[in-house]
């Protein structure tokens, strides 16, 4: 009896290596690819109507956002697992793709046969993560709950499970220097997420974003919340 090959559907922007990854695992002779596209097409539909084991995406876009297409497929299609391709080792990126659902995860530098041996992993109910990124992924599961992001918050202020993590670390008094080593990030993304976040706020500087934070979750510990 011939053994099952797992069914790869590949989602990449860049036509160019969309094209070019298709062609590489096509010469594996234990994964079939049905399909490939860009997430720009939407492609929901041909995917439910596909139902592939296995999506292999390069696009952090299918889940920067809450209503990303990562969640939607997962609705759609529940026992789909997911590859990400990603072009750094960003932890914060990692991390939201891990909460999203994702089961493998490989590094843009990575050679067509480790990406076809996390293909494989993968429908193997295995996990696949790069070793760099192992130790964010233990000390987000060790670190103790500070100070819980809440729904009220994002609902009263517009700030991401992300921007409430840094609001709790500037009322503690660190810099973007030091929120930015604490989270393996660069000084830059903390200083794009601030400004963001004082956008966001309506506020003119980052001791003005924790008030207004504090003040919102003091409302949510204390009963209905006044517009701010």
Known sequence: MSEVKPQLYILAENRLFREALTRILLKKTDIRIVGAASPSTE???QLFEL???ILLSDSAAIAATENSLLLQLRKLL?????????MDPDPDLFLSTVRQGVTGYVLKDASANEVAAAVRSVANQ???CPAVLLRCLFDAVAAPPKS????????ELGLSRREQQ??????????NKEIASQLNLSEQTIKN?????????????R??????WQEVRRADHSGPVQRL
């Open 78 to 86: 529940p026992n789909l697992r997911v590859i990400m391709i990603s």
């Open 126 to 128: 295995e996990v696949v």
């Open 166 to 175: 840094l609001t709790q670390m500037i009322s503690e008094g660190l810099t």
């Open 207 to 212: 001791l003005t974003i924790v008030e207004r």
């Open 148 to 155: 819980a992001p809440t729904a009220l918050v994002r609902r």
């Open 51 to 53: 139902k592939p084991d």
């Open 193 to 205: 997420h601030v400004h963001r976040m004082l956008r966001k706020v309506g506020a003119k500087d």
């Open 43 to 45: 492609p929901l539909q």
